[in-house]
């Protein structure tokens, strides 16, 4: 064999072997993503199951809570000490639904539950207005896309957002 022949082979073999690493390397890429973005989904739930635990426990709050997200008894934010626990309240829902969309933009997160977190953030848009937890402020970016979301016609308002608005309207 001429030393010509051997070097090409050789040549060949290594390409070879570099593309047979690149296709496993891409396969390991491939599965460490899935593996990331299902440690960020369990870390999400597990801080949405505490947050509803430690919520769970707080029987005043529960009652309050309840009394204003399902039985739509929004007079209660005229109380001060009801209006700060629900702001407190609020801006870590805030934070975990600002999260999302930064997960989101950096492909840490499905669209799925990025959309659903962008339909809880539009519904809770005006409460967040009424207790001045400005999103513009905040984070500008995810403050358009939530306008741009708001206005697409994948959205539709909830109806504890209609109520709320209506609350606030017969408020003056």
């Not at 000490?81 to 702001?87: A, D, F, W």
């Not at 999260?99 to 977190?117: C, E, I, K």
Request: glycine share 4%.
């Amino acid at each position: 064999m001429k030393t010509n022949t051997f070097i090409t082979l050789s040549t060949a073999t290594a390409n070879i072997g570099v593309l047979i690493g690149l296709i496993f390397l891409l396969f390991e890429l491939k599965q460490t993503r899935r593996i990331a973005l299902s440690e960020i989904r369990q870390e999400r739930v597990s801080g949405i199951i505490d947050q509803c635990s430690a919520n769970a426990r707080d029987a005043a709050f529960s009652e309050m809570y309840h009394r204003v997200f399902v039985d739509a008894e929004f007079s209660l934010l005229e109380n001060v000490e009801i209006k700060g626990q629900l702001l407190q309240h609020e801006f870590a829902r805030f934070y975990r639904l600002e999260d999302s969309y930064f997960q989101h933009t950096v492909g840490l997160m499905d669209y799925a539950p990025y959309r659903l977190s962008m339909e809880m953030a539009a519904n809770r848009q005006p409460l967040w207005d009424f207790l001045d937890l400005d999103t513009k402020i905040r984070n500008s970016e995810w403050a358009k896309e939530l306008d741009a979301f708001k206005s697409s016609p994948n959205y539709s308002p909830s109806d504890w957002k209609e109520k709320f608005i209506a609350w606030e309207k017969s408020r003056g």
